[in-house]
């Protein structure tokens, strides 16, 4: 990583959506580049840097929350025209803030995404996407899952406006007018779109995606099909992808990409000799990055990285080099244009202080006065709760735009809480009474350290056990708040949307029959299992394909009116889905004719599946038990000399196994949990009940050897 960037902060407004910040373009090559960012307030504000402060163009009154901004204007001109969408509206402004547009999409929902082309413009809501010329209705197309963003290509190898939507099912779709082309997978679901920009800010046939787990690709984009040039993937585990941009801030004569996560990091991509992807600059903000743009803001001839966070700070990264700080034998020296600034922050601190008093007092004489009444404080929160398919585990992310005192977890199913670096708040658990009605699995506070604004946590869940899980978010505010979000473990939680699955392996079936409509059994399968869009699919019939992202078995679900089909390698998911689809089907009333095709063979499959996780969890198990008598042994030799090399290694490792161990409490449980489910579910479809025999089945496990697992599973 070579290149060096200097962090400057300008401004904060309000919390700021995904994609609300653009740079306008320059007036001359190396001039300075004009900023407009809206917020949640519905203010969109304008403003340019003089001597490194933030002057004002312009400044709108409030409004609704602003959700998406885009730059427009006419074709071959400068694109300078500022668009804004709140709500069903979108506004356009002109660079001094006169407002010349005022368009009513009339959709039912919010506008979440949109892109303007010269005389075009796109809007997205959460399935139905439009397109209007000259503010006139063109095209229509219904998507059949969640939009996240929009762009549209224009060039001379395309015949026409080829608009592209991310959608959250893992795809990219190609629209022609109000038809679908084609759509293209890709590797997780896609929250971010933005051209390729070349150097001379031409525009190809390429898009670049960003996706909610950490993955960045290209493709480019055809009359009839596309192709996956590079794809990055996420190996260290960073946050999810909320802005992308292109611009050559290394200066080496390409575009490099410019990337900003929800975890706050802010990444620089490069390109090689064989112009692969290299990451070149890395910063890490305390919040998420909701827009991110490359140009010159701060000083002339100097490029930046400009960013905007979830709380509405702007950030530039620049590469105007800093002025070297005095040593501790050097006079400290400050230019007049310094002292001015330093004199000028400290009298707006005074300022600042003196409001502050003038405000408490207030507050204390309307609360003591009889006819006060309570204020409760209202604040933002930016949630996220999605499955990692790595460690099988859910992640809870929590971002408050003031500072968080303490945060309460509260679940009525069994989940473990796994470890996580980037958390430094503390954790306190209550024990909980399960074995009453509406009882409590989980009761854990995390008390938050100063300024916390952004709690990332980990939690896993159990497949068959589905509720709730609560989270009580109090911040540093007066009088104390609190707000509470509520996330549905499902009963197949550890299952993820999939692209396709192996019609070779021994499947196991479950068909239904009985008088539901499309509709009631969608609504079956959305509560069963994650990632269904809550939308009834168009047409009669759907299918959807998982794999268990712990175990790496999978499922496949058609149904439609009257009737459904469910296949699945693994004995237990058949079992979960027959007995959660009886339970809400008898809740409605509705007779269900249940019948089942069971695979023997599957079952030796699915051991065969968990023989290697289980046999690494009891390699750990024994190794972590050896490491106290190992050290003591150390100690009273006086070094480790006379272990075998195996025991050394032990020792030397030491560090990394007991982190690992700690890291996945209750895992080798886990496993215990799912063969004794299976070895159950196995013979409660031949009608026997084998919970007598479990116990046997415990102690083949504690001396586990997988041909005598299998022996057992054959002969019980």
Not at 323 to 349: F, H, I, N, Y
Not at 353 to 375: F, N
Not at 461 to 478: D, F, K, N, V
Request: charged share 25%; hydrophobic share 35%; net charge negative.
């Amino acid at each position: 990583m070579d290149l060096r960037l200097n962090r400057v902060d300008y401004i904060q407004v309000g919390v700021t959506s995904q994609k609300t910040m653009r740079l306008l373009p320059p007036l001359g090559k190396k001039a300075t580049q004009k900023v407009a960012i809206a917020d949640h307030d519905g203010i969109l504000t304008c403003f340019g840097i003089k001597k490194g402060e933030a002057v004002p163009v312009f400044k709108t009154l409030p409004g609704q929350k602003i959700a998406r901004m885009d730059l427009g204007g006419a074709a071959g001109t400068p694109q300078e025209k500022i668009f804004v969408c709140s709500g069903s509206q979108v506004r356009g402004f002109t660079k001094k803030g006169k407002q010349f547009l005022t368009f009513e999409a009339n959709l039912t929902e919010s506008i979440n995404a949109m892109h303007v082309s010269g005389s075009d413009l796109f809007v997205c809501a959460s399935y139905i996407y439009n397109h209007y010329c000259d503010c006139k209705d063109q095209d229509y197309y219904l998507s059949g899952d969640k939009i996240n963003d929009i762009t549209c290509l224009s060039t001379e190898n395309l015949t026409h406006l080829v608009p592209v939507l991310a959608c959250q099912d893992r795809v990219l779709r190609v629209l022609q007018r109000s038809e679908l082309a084609y759509d293209i997978e890709v590797p997780g679901p896609p929250s971010v779109l933005e051209l390729y920009k070349d150097k001379d800010f031409s525009l190809g046939e390429e898009i670049l995606y960003g996706t909610t787990d950490g993955k960045i690709g290209l493709v480019e984009i055809g009359e009839h099909s596309a192709a996956t040039k590079w794809e990055i993937d996420n190996d260290k585990k960073k946050g999810g992808i909320l802005c992308i941009d292109t611009y050559d801030i290394i200066g080496d004569g390409v575009s490099d990409i410019l990337v900003g996560r929800d975890d706050g990091t802010v990444e620089v991509y490069g390109f090689d000799s064989s112009n692969e992807p290299t990451l070149r600059f890395e910063h890490v903000l305390s919040e998420s990055v909701t827009s991110i743009q490359g140009g010159c803001v701060g000083k002339e001839s100097y490029d930046e990285v400009l960013t905007a966070t979830y709380t509405g700070w702007v950030t530039g990264l620049t590469t105007e080099p800093q002025k070297a700080e005095a040593g501790p034998g050097d006079e400290v020296r400050m230019s007049k244009e310094t002292q001015s600034k330093v004199e000028a922050l400290r009298a707006e601190l005074e300022q600042l202080q003196v409001k502050v008093l003038q405000g408490r007092e207030q507050y204390q004489q309307t609360s003591q006065s009889s006819t006060a009444v309570s204020a409760v404080p209202v604040f933002s929160i930016n949630d996220k709760f999605t499955l990692c398919q790595d460690d099988a585990s859910y992640s809870l992310t929590l971002e408050v735009q003031t500072a968080i005192d303490n945060l309460l977890l509260q679940s009525d199913v069994p989940i473990d809480l796994l470890d996580v670096d980037k958390n430094s708040a503390v954790v306190s658990f209550s024990e909980c009474d399960s074995e009453q009605p509406n009882g409590n699995f989980l009761l854990a506070t995390y008390r938050c350290q100063a300024n916390t604004t952004r709690i990332e946590l980990k939690v896993r869940s159990i497949e068959g056990q589905y509720g709730t899980l609560q989270a009580y978010i109090t911040p540093r505010l007066q009088p104390k708040t609190c707000q509470v979000r509520q996330y549905q473990i499902k009963p197949l939680s550890l299952h993820q949307r999939t692209h396709s699955i192996d019609q070779e392996r021994p499947m196991n079936r479950l068909s239904l029959v009985g008088q539901f409509s499309f509709a009631e059994i969608h609504s079956w399968v959305v509560f069963c299992l994650p990632e269904v869009p809550e939308k009834t699919p168009a047409g009669d019939s759907i299918t959807f394909y998982f794999h268990n992202t712990f175990l790496g078995t999978q499922l496949e679900a058609t149904y439609c009116k009257g009737e459904g089909h469910f296949k699945s390698d693994n004995i237990s998911t058949i079992s979960i889905l027959s007995d959660v689809l009886s339970k809400e089907a008898t809740k409605k009333k509705i007779n269900l004719n249940i019948s089942y095709e069971i695979n023997d063979d599957s079952v030796s499959h699915t051991l065969n599946m968990i023989h290697p996780k289980l046999e690494y969890q009891l390699l750990l198990a024994r190794k972590v038990q050896l490491i106290d008598a190992l050290k003591e042994l150390q100690v009273h030799e006086g070094n480790a000399d006379f272990l075998i090399p195996e025991y050394r290694n032990i020792l030397d490792e030491s560090a990394n196994l007991l982190e690992e161990y700690k890291k996945q409490p209750a895992h080798l449980e886990r496993l215990y949990g799912m063969i004794t489910d299976l070895f159950i579910d196995k013979f409660k479809f031949k009608g026997q009940n084998v919970k007598t025999k479990v116990s046997a089945l415990l102690e083949i496990l504690d001396n586990y050897d997988l041909n005598s697992l299998l022996d057992f599973f054959n002969e019980a």
